[in-house]
Every structure is written in structure tokens, then in C-alpha cells.
């Protein structure tokens, strides 16, 4: 698995791919402190940090899974529509595993040092004492839980039917996680919006909250993304190892 993983990532060399996982992290976190810097500080700064940072990423997750995994099935459907992927001797499961592997792992990496440079920032930059870093790391580690099925959605829809399907979805996830996701109007309906997933679990962590529920409430929605994650899995393996390619190319 390492080495598809290798051969994966060395295949990502000169795109979009990796502009964007380098550039996002610091593009975030520079936004988020350079908000809360022209802000007048009081008594619940580091919470609204916290909020702001996670609202961020949040909404972004949606459209960076949906770019991030069409790009990676592009470049195979350039280098041969499909062909030089699936003639390999390698287990199809083991393919698409890898792919997917890649995809949660950059997701994963692209938030947690977007985080560490914020969390930087505001200790040695906004000087703010007394940080709750294990706070933000249950928070990042919660967001990526509630954006696994995502990743299986997109890579899906990326092998399917192509980066216009999978970009396209993105953005309308990235509504719904906006509209759903940080605010009341999805207090009733967020635990059946994937999208909404990483912005209302990413709070679960906090002694606050800006939603009307209480947060340990919003531990009810990790049962769904756990077993919807699971299930999609199963399906996307049974659907990729019966894949011979998009029809158009027949």
C-alpha cells in the first residue's frame, strides 16, 4: 500500500494538486488571524478563534475534497482513459484504496498544519495565554471524521463521471455547509447532510457553542458518518472492481 500511495503522490508532481495543499493551509490561517487581529478582543477571543477557524475549513472541505479527488482521476483518464490503471496487475481494491488513502491523507495533512500555523499565530503573534491546544486538535480530528465520506463520495464521482460532476457537487456542499452546517436553520436536518457533518461535529469538543442545541448533542452525528462511511466504502469497492471505464470511452 505504501507504494501505490508513492506512485500516487509522484503522480500528483506539477498540478493543481499540489499548489493547492501547500498554498491553502497558510492561506487559511492568515486570513483567520488577520480577522481576528482587527478585532476587539474579549473575554471569549479564543472561542471565537476556535469558531472562525473551523467555520473556515469546514465550508472549504466540500470543494477541496471535490477539486483535490477529480484531480487525481484526471490525470488518468489523460494518460490513457482509464486504461493504464485499470490493466495493472494490482487488486482494483487495492487501486481505488490507494487513491482514497491519498485523498483523506491530504485533507488530513492540509488542515492539521493549517492548524498548527494558526494556533502559532495566536500564541506568538496575538499573544493569546492559556491556549486549549488539545481543544483544537480533537476539533480537527472530528472534522476529519465527519469528511471521510466525502472523500469516498468524491473519489466516486470523480471515476464516474468525471471533475465537472465531482467540482459541481463540491459546490453545492459547500452551500450546504454554509447554510446547514454554521447555522440554526440546520438544527433538525444536519445529522442527514454529509456536508454539514465536518462543521457541526468540529464542534463537539468546545464548552461553547454558537448553535441553539447544546454541543453533546452533536455527538449523534457521528453514528451516521461512521456507518455511511463504512457502507459507501463497501459500495465503492464492489462498483470499482466491476468498473471497466466511462462508457464514452467504449
Not at 56 to 64: F, S
Not at 214 to 222: F, I, K, L, N, T
Request: glycine fraction near 8%; charge should be positive; proline fraction near 4%.
Amino acid at each position: 500500500m505504501l507504494r501505490i500511495l508513492s506512485s500516487d503522490w509522484l503522480k500528483t508532481k506539477r498540478t493543481a494538486y499540489r499548489t493547492i495543499s501547500f498554498l491553502l493551509p497558510p492561506s487559511v490561517a492568515v486570513v483567520a488571524l488577520w480577522y481576528l487581529s482587527v478585532h476587539r478582543r474579549t473575554a471569549a477571543f479564543q472561542a471565537n478563534a476556535y469558531v472562525l477557524f473551523f467555520d473556515l475549513w469546514t465550508i472549504l472541505i466540500p470543494i477541496l475534497a471535490g477539486l483535490l479527488a477529480g484531480i487525481l482521476c484526471s490525470q488518468e483518464e489523460q494518460a490513457g482513459h482509464f486504461n493504464g490503471l485499470l490493466g495493472v496487475s494490482i487488486p482494483r481494491v487495492s487501486i481505488f484504496t490507494g487513491k482514497l488513502l491519498l485523498l483523506i491523507l491530504t485533507t488530513a495533512a492540509t488542515l492539521f498544519v493549517s492548524l498548527i500555523l494558526f494556533v502559532g499565530g495566536l500564541a506568538f503573534l496575538l499573544h493569546v495565554s492559556g491556549l486549549r491546544t488539545a481543544v483544537f486538535l480533537e476539533g480537527a480530528l472530528l472534522t476529519v471524521l465527519g469528511s471521510l465520506f466525502l472523500c469516498v463520495l468524491h473519489l466516486w464521482l470523480s471515476f464516474a463521471f468525471g471533475m465537472g460532476a465531482s467540482v459541481s457537487v463540491g459546490g453545492a456542499g459547500f452551500l450546504i455547509a454554509a447554510i446547514c452546517g454554521l447555522t440554526s436553520a440546520g438544527n433538525r436536518i444536519w445529522r442527514f447532510l454529509p456536508w454539514t457533518w465536518p462543521a457541526r461535529l468540529s464542534q463537539i469538543p468546545v464548552p461553547f457553542s454558537h448553535f441553539e442545541s447544546s454541543s453533546g448533542g452533536d455527538w449523534a452525528g457521528m453514528l451516521p458518518a461512521i456507518l455511511l462511511f463504512v457502507l459507501s466504502l463497501i459500495c465503492a469497492f464492489v462498483w470499482f472492481n466491476r468498473w471497466e471505464g466511462r462508457r464514452s470511452y467504449e
